[in-house]
């Protein structure tokens, strides 16, 4: 199985006036601009993604729509492991939920995108630290049963390389 990693896009900073539920606040233009490269850019690796999941907040939410248009990954679904504050191990029950799929990707925030990677790669959410700028994406593969720390890091990839691809 692969796992693809993905952190929101560039969104607004936070402002209680604005967006008094943190929830709720969006991407930037740019953001999503920059997003859109990203994704075409991810097409052309001929990365091929069988479940997208993402936290239902609105930043990351529009980051997977937009991996759904531009990259032509499947419609996202809602997983709420991956909002903020959550732990890895919700995200791996989470995945766990779709047994034949081949290749998952996941959309989050941080800490929690450097904290599944690591997770993943040696059982502990604390000992590697990936760096995960605003729409970056990590492809790790696991073999067997999916478990923490038996994954394989395969590449991890900033957005601005991302878009160079586009």
């Given at each position: 199985?692969?796992?693809?990693?993905?952190?929101?896009?560039?969104?607004?900073?936070?402002?209680?006036?604005?967006?008094?539920?943190d929830r709720?606040?969006?991407?930037?233009?740019?953001?999503?601009?920059?997003?859109?490269?990203?994704?075409?850019?991810?097409?052309?690796?001929?990365?091929?993604?069988?479940?997208?999941?993402?936290?239902?907040?609105?930043?990351?939410?529009?980051?997977?729509?937009?991996?759904?248009?531009?990259?032509?990954?499947?419609?996202?679904?809602?997983?709420?492991?991956?909002?903020?504050?959550?732990?890895?191990?919700?995200?791996?029950?989470?995945?766990?939920?779709?047994?034949?799929?081949?290749?998952?990707?996941?959309?989050?925030?941080?800490?929690?995108?450097?904290?599944?990677?690591?997770?993943?790669?040696?059982?502990?959410?604390?000992?590697?630290?990936?760096?995960?700028?605003?729409?970056?994406?990590?492809?790790?593969?696991?073999?067997g049963p999916?478990?923490?720390?038996?994954?394989?890091?395969?590449?991890?990839?900033?957005?601005?390389?991302?878009?160079?691809?586009a």
């Open positions: 199985m692969q796992i693809l990693i993905v952190r929101h896009a560039i969104a607004f900073d936070q402002d209680p006036l604005q967006w008094p539920d709720l606040r969006p991407l930037t233009p740019d953001g999503e601009q920059k997003m859109g490269r990203a994704a075409r850019g991810l097409a052309k690796l001929s990365t091929s993604v069988d479940v997208l999941l993402s936290s239902p907040w609105k930043r990351a939410w529009q980051t997977a729509e937009i991996l759904h248009q531009e990259a032509g990954w499947p419609v996202p679904q809602e997983c709420a492991a991956l909002e903020g504050g959550r732990s890895p191990r919700g995200v791996l029950t989470a995945i766990r939920q779709h047994p034949d799929a081949m290749s998952i990707a996941v959309v989050g925030h941080e800490p929690l995108t450097h904290e599944l990677a690591s997770y993943l790669l040696t059982g502990d959410a604390a000992r590697v630290t990936i760096e995960f700028k605003k729409g970056a994406v990590a492809a790790l593969s696991l073999e999916l478990r923490a720390g038996t994954a394989m890091l395969l590449w991890a990839l900033p957005p601005r390389l991302l878009r160079s691809l």
